[in-house]
């Protein structure tokens, strides 16, 4: 090391080995830095996913106790409370259902009349909210954490009410939701040598921990930052020490679902755990750098002189000429066995190559730019947006129309994520999208982007994946349509047509539509509810003989009006005519009548509106009876008068007879 100097080509090479090595070295610290905070994000990301996953699982014990018992409400065993069936009933359940500590039925006083766990027992629960609730609401009510009375574990219980014929409580069934559960997921999950999992309320009582439940279970946790952050927050993560002193970084979240009190689910893994691997990676190539450094400045320094300096001056000198733009500078070797000589040909064949090339590349270039500008004013002047995403999903190219579309600028997209335009629900689509272009499929799709300003665009997109060689994804290219307007009437429709179904349904006549043979293909709930047909049993059915009979009951055969109407419908806009419902009696119903024509102008369907005018018909009939009941007690009492007028008439005949005698006989 004695002639060392800055100015040797030796000592120059040996210094570019050393300076090539501070930006490894700094690599390895920067990587080391990136790698423990990916670590540190991925164990925040995991003991929140963890803690969330456990308080979801916690909802869903709940949500299915409530269906459990609710139906159990229904079972004799329970209705009736047989306590040896029911006890027998509930110890099979509580074997098949281990979520459970204890499940069971408590009588009006309080007091359990059958359990799983002890038959015997008649442990009081009176006092307790979810039997409060229960009898109170009539409905499903959750308690609080507390410790069974007879399974003295920390349990949730849910409690349902026990109705009678009249709706009146007679008992309360209940489940005791066993903590111990979450001990079970945590096994299962298969968390981390040193993680922990806790479950506590907000006096900071430990209902369960995982691991060792039996040690911390019915504990307080010490006044500590942690608690007083999950009593504040409610939700989030933090870095603190445990139980143990051991750093960890914890996720809590409260329990949803308890109307009683505060209980949180707190998730713990040690940070050390977490950055072991990151540490070792570190030392391991701090290790490996500093081998290779000292193997290359050793070997750099005794061979550089002869295996380098003497051949590379003719060399560098005819790269200095080649550089400077001299494409004529040759090397010319006397021979071709050694490296260096067939080096000095290689760059012989090099500069002639490149002479050439650069008289190709200067047309060619010319031919290019031509060519790329027409492509780009074609793309960019397209009426739909087209997007190339590289393998990795960041933006490679936008043309005009779809950053007019995002309200981006170019530069402000090239190299992002694709997913930034989109919200979460949309990104597990193109997640899902781009699974499938992976696997060659292109599949046109509609996804909703957002744009700068925070508005929403409707897209369908139309994907082209581009692979290499060897059949890898490479690229894909999306041509993407605006149709939010279209979505937007779509959406009007649909409003439409629910209000128009909704008006249909909810109308107080009967609406019938038919085909021109006269098969029903819709009858609207009052039209089901009046003649007594479900849907299903009236639908695809002929009119005659459902809810039109075949002859009226004054013997008249509806057959031929109905062929009629069916055959010329607009000749018989308004009909009336009897009908049937389901069980065979008889209504009067007048019907409005109106063709539905199809886009070539022939009849698609009849829409047919009735009303029931059976209470009219029977008035009109009644009233009919009446007339003709009258008529003939007029008749009746016409003759009667007619008879009495002659009676009169041959009496004052007679009299007349009588008074002319008498006046003959005064005379004579």
Known sequence: MKGFSLRSLRARLILIVVIAAVPALGLIFYNTLEQRKSAIHEAHEDALRLARIAAHRQEEIIEDTRLILTTLALVPEVRVLNQKKCNALMADLLKKYPYYANLGVAGLDGHTACNAVDPQSRAYAGDRNWFKGAIKKKDFSIGEYVVGRITNKAVLVCGYPVLDSQGKVQSVLFAAIDLTWFNRFAAETKMVKGATLMVLDRDGT???????????????????????????????????????????????????????????????????????????????????????????????????????????????????????????????????????????????????????REMESQEADKALRKSEEKNRTLIDTMGEGIGVQDKDGLIIFMNKRGCEMLGYELEELIGKSIYFVFDEENQRVIREQMGKRRKGERQSYEVSWLRKDGGKIDMIISPCPVFDEKGNLEASVAVFTDITDRKRVEGSLRESEYKYRELVQNANSIILRWTPNGVVTFMNEYGQNFFGYAEAEILGRHVVGTIVPETESTGRDLRPLMDQICANPAAFENNVNENMRKDGSRVWIAWTNKVVLDEQGQIKEILIIGSDITERKRAEEEIRKLNVELEQRVRERTRELEAKVKEVERMNKLFVGRELRMIELRRG
């Open 206 to 356: 430990i209902l369960t921990r995982y691991p060792d439940p039996a040690k911390w279970t019915g504990k307080k946790l010490p006044d500590s930052p942690l608690l007083k952050t999950i009593l504040t927050k409610h939700e989030g993560l933090m870095e603190a020490p445990g139980l143990d002193g051991a750093i960890r970084i914890y996720a809590f979240l409260p329990l949803k679902g308890i109307p009683v009190g505060e209980v949180y689910v707190k998730i713990g893994i040690p940070k050390d755990h977490i950055l072991s691997s990151v540490h070792r990676n570190l030392v391991r190539n701090l290790v490996i750098l500093g081998l290779i450094f000292i193997t290359v400045v050793f070997l750099g320094w005794m061979s550089g002189n002869v295996f380098i300096l003497r051949q590379i001056n003719a060399l560098i000198e005819a790269t200095r000429r080649l550089s400077a733009g001299d494409l004529s500078a040759r090397m010319r070797p006397r021979h071709r066995t050694g490296e260096f000589d067939q080096l000095a040909h290689a760059f012989d064949r090099m500069a002639e190559s490149l002479e050439k």
